[in-house]
């Protein structure tokens, strides 16, 4: 009690801007999610503060928000490393620690660098990777032919089937062949869990290492994937979908064939297909909480933050800061064709922030990158896609969001048209 009081009263003089009953109480927060306020989405309820407020922002008597490119070096990149934040916790399974739930920053780092290696590039990039996204992403195409051939005009569920699809490749990758945890035969096709958990371990042990590698790899990039098909479908990007196929065309990706990784890394518009849809779809758009040491205070952006803080930035406030983003809200593929050398590029990368940065940066980006650019690539080389009739008023415009809350992004229910080219 003592210590909650010695902080509200710090707070009340405190120069960090922010609501006031921020100062005394995070309930305020908790109340506009159950009114529905931005339809729950916290996020968007705390950008709104860095609107009105600046880049730094207290959201709580003991948490504060920076949103600002300076920032992120300071506090996820620090000499000492800062503490995961409490939320981190909630994602620990049979009441123990994991990789993604583990709150001590050198005990993180152990756990993580038994896996790092198998996140590489060039592993990801080597042929036991490959070969298991073209096993399974040859069995989704097929899917879409066997539904769509029937039926030309039959109308699918877009995120289901990419959910699917993204589970089944997690699946193989984090338990290996039959689903199991063993080594496998083939030392560069190592499952993942075999290099995070000994063949002795507990089998408690297994189970919430394996809960917490395959849930987020797979939950993120099938809602980044979603978020790439309703962009590309979208009537207001028909030519932004016909300007990727052509590219694909010219490069020689057929219909029906699995490009090679090295092929789709050098294909300019995907990437920017890819990039600008992080930047306006993050897939982890919410707090990345950190904790300030206790025997020492963080200065951020001039501000002085008390020992024990949590502070935290969020991808969706970088992502929509119209300086390096002129018109943030559009979907602009072409922003991002531009040269990497110029100040406008550089601007734009620095406030690019889907993975994180730092010791807890996503460790699965390569194989998120790959993987999207693979099934992208096989899906707009095959088909057209557009939203069915059911996203559109009388005269073809697109509903409102609040006409529309039965559909993507409210809820999982993506209904497209694949018809084949």
């Given at each position: 009690?003592?210590?909650?009081?010695?902080?509200?009263?710090?707070?009340i003089?405190?120069?960090?801007?922010?609501?006031?009953?921020?100062?005394?109480?995070?309930?305020?927060?908790?109340?506009?999610?159950?009114?529905?306020?931005?339809?729950?989405?916290?996020?968007?309820?705390?950008?709104?503060?860095?609107?009105?407020?600046?880049?730094?922002?207290?959201?709580?008597?003991n948490?504060?928000?920076?949103?600002?490119?300076?920032?992120?070096?300071?506090?996820?990149?620090?000499?000492?490393?800062?503490?995961?934040?409490?939320?981190?916790?909630?994602?620990?399974?049979?009441?123990?620690?994991?990789?993604?739930?583990?709150?001590?920053?050198?005990?993180?780092?152990?756990?993580?660098?038994?896996?790092?290696?198998?996140?590489?590039?060039?592993?990801?990039?080597?042929s036991?990777?490959?070969?298991i996204?073209?096993?399974?992403?040859?069995?989704?195409?097929?899917?879409?032919?066997?539904?769509?051939?029937?039926?030309?005009?039959?109308?699918?569920?877009?995120?289901?089937?990419?959910?699917?699809?993204?589970?089944?490749?997690?699946?193989?990758?984090?338990?290996?062949?039959?689903?199991?945890?063993?080594?496998?035969a083939?030392?560069?096709?190592?499952?993942?869990?075999?290099?995070?958990v000994?063949?002795?371990?507990?089998?408690?042990?297994?189970?919430?290492?394996?809960?917490?590698?395959?849930?987020?790899?797979?939950?993120?990039?099938?809602?980044?994937?979603?978020?790439?098909l309703?962009?590309?479908?979208?009537?207001?990007?028909?030519?932004?979908?016909?300007?990727?196929?052509?590219?694909?065309?010219?490069?020689?990706?057929?219909p029906?064939?699995?490009?090679?990784?090295?092929t789709?890394?050098?294909?300019?518009?995907?990437?920017?297909?890819?990039?600008?849809?992080?930047?306006?779809?993050?897939?982890?758009?919410?707090?990345?909480?950190?904790?300030?040491?206790?025997?020492?205070?963080l200065?951020?952006m001039?501000?002085?933050?008390?020992?024990?803080?949590?502070?935290?930035?969020?991808?969706?406030?970088?992502?929509?800061?119209?300086?390096?983003?002129?018109?943030?809200?559009?979907?602009?593929?072409e922003r991002?064709?531009?040269?990497?050398?110029?100040?406008?590029?550089?601007?734009?990368?620095?406030?690019?922030?889907?993975f994180?940065?730092?010791?807890?940066m996503?460790t699965g980006?390569?194989?998120?990158?790959a993987?999207s650019?693979?099934?992208?690539?096989?899906?707009?080389?095959?088909?057209?896609?557009?939203?069915?009739?059911?996203?559109?008023?009388?005269?073809?415009?697109?509903?409102?969001p609040?006409k529309?809350?039965?559909?993507?992004p409210?809820?999982?229910?993506?209904p497209?048209?694949?018809?084949k080219?």
């Amino acid at each position: 009690m003592l210590t909650a009081t010695k902080r509200i009263a710090q707070n009340i003089w405190s120069p960090i801007p922010g609501p006031n009953l921020a100062k005394f109480s995070n309930l305020w927060i908790q109340y506009n999610v159950l009114r529905g306020v931005d339809s729950g989405r916290v996020w968007e309820t705390i950008h709104k503060l860095h609107l009105k407020y600046g880049p730094v922002v207290r959201i709580a008597p003991n948490s504060v928000s920076v949103c600002h490119p300076d920032a992120l070096r300071t506090i996820y990149h620090g000499p000492r490393g800062l503490n995961g934040g409490v939320l981190l916790s909630t994602l620990r399974q049979y009441n123990s620690e994991n990789l993604v739930s583990t709150l001590n920053s050198d005990l993180h780092f152990s756990r993580r660098r038994h896996v790092f290696g198998l996140y590489s590039a060039s592993v990801v990039a080597g042929s036991a990777y490959q070969a298991i996204f073209r096993t399974y992403i040859n069995q989704f195409m097929e899917r879409i032919e066997n539904e769509t051939s029937s039926s030309p005009s039959r109308v699918t569920n877009g995120l289901e089937w990419i959910t699917w699809l993204t589970g089944d490749i997690m699946i193989r990758l984090v338990y290996g062949n039959e689903h199991n945890i063993r080594l496998l035969a083939d030392e560069g096709s190592r499952d993942i869990m075999s290099e995070l958990v000994p063949r002795t371990s507990a089998s408690n042990t297994t189970a919430l290492e394996a809960i917490a590698t395959l849930y987020p790899s797979t939950r993120t990039t099938n809602d980044f994937l979603g978020a790439v098909l309703w962009r590309l479908s979208h009537p207001e990007n028909e030519a932004s979908q016909e300007k990727l196929r052509q590219e694909l065309h010219e490069a020689g990706i057929k219909p029906g064939e699995h490009p090679d990784l090295s092929t789709l890394q050098k294909l300019s518009y995907l990437n920017c297909v890819l990039k600008e849809t992080l930047r306006t779809n993050p897939p982890i758009p919410i707090q990345l909480p950190r904790v300030v040491k206790d025997d020492e205070a963080l200065t951020v952006m001039g501000f002085m933050i008390e020992p024990g803080t949590n502070i935290a930035s969020q991808s969706y406030t970088l992502h929509q800061d119209p300086n390096p983003y002129p018109d943030p809200e559009k979907w602009k593929p072409e922003r991002w064709e531009i040269s990497p050398k110029s100040d406008e590029y550089r601007q734009m990368q620095r406030s690019f922030w889907p993975f994180g940065s730092g010791a807890r940066m996503c460790t699965g980006m390569n194989v998120a990158w790959a993987m999207s650019r693979s099934i992208i690539a096989r899906i707009f080389s095959t088909y057209s896609v557009s939203l069915d009739d059911i996203w559109l008023d009388e005269n073809g415009i697109l509903l409102s969001p609040e006409k529309r809350k039965d559909l993507y992004p409210s809820l999982p229910n993506q209904p497209l048209r694949f018809k084949k080219i």
